[in-house]
């Protein structure tokens, strides 16, 4: 899963130039999603399996009832990734809006996908730095979609972890690995606020803030 939006990625240059770097974006995050979605059902269909041959043998740990709840558990998460993403950024991040891909939402940047702009102080403070050009708008406006590529593109990064964070729960159920369950939380709560970065430094910011303040 890694590998292949690694490889995605890389084509970004090739294809960006005759479609927008958004619209690539974008299209590489649905595939992306129908991959998932297809992860999804294949874990829990796994996990009823695991099921049903845990009732003919019950000496096989990987067919043990807890690896089969953790695989059906993990391929649920992945059936519903918008809502499970949405509520572990809301569990650390107050001031998110929920989880929506950055790229996509600059198609309709009136609506509720356009949640890239509810992040303030990143985009104003990085903005600052383009207002006093002679270009104005024209430069703002070009600072923002940088941002939102850049941001788009950590997007997909955190989501290929938050996805192998999934299977690595699968595998820790099943005894097939050294780590625990704390390094698979670990994953899929570090990978799901890089899927909303500018809130998470935001919130880094304030809590920077308060901290020097207090001191």
Not at 53 to 73: E, H, L, Q, W, Y
């Amino acid at each position: 899963m890694i590998r292949l939006l690694f490889l995605l990625i890389c084509l970004i240059p090739n294809i960006a130039f005759a479609n927008g770097i958004d619209a690539t974006l974008t299209s590489i995050y649905l595939l992306v999603k129908v991959v998932i979605v297809l992860l999804g059902a294949f874990l829990s269909f796994g996990g009823i399996v695991k099921i049903y041959n845990n009732v003919r043998d019950t000496r096989n740990p990987k067919n043990s009832i807890g690896a089969a709840f953790a695989t059906i558990f993990a391929g649920s998460l992945l059936l519903n990734i918008n809502s499970s993403i949405t509520i572990i950024q809301n569990t650390f991040n107050s001031g998110s809006s929920g989880y929506c891909f950055y790229a996509d939402s600059a198609k309709n940047p009136h609506s509720k996908q356009g949640c890239f702009k509810d992040s303030n102080i990143i985009t104003d403070r990085y903005l600052s730095e383009v207002r006093g050009e002679s270009e104005g708008a024209k430069s703002r406006q070009k600072a923002i979609e940088t941002m939102r590529s850049v941001f788009s593109i950590a997007q997909l990064i955190g989501l290929a972890y938050f996805v192998k964070g999934l299977f690595k729960l699968k595998e820790v159920s099943e005894g097939n690995t050294n780590d625990g369950y704390g390094k698979v939380l670990i994953m899929l709560f570090a990978s799901a606020l890089v899927m909303d970065l500018p809130h998470t430094l935001d919130t880094l910011i304030e809590t920077i803030k308060q901290w020097r303040s207090s001191v």
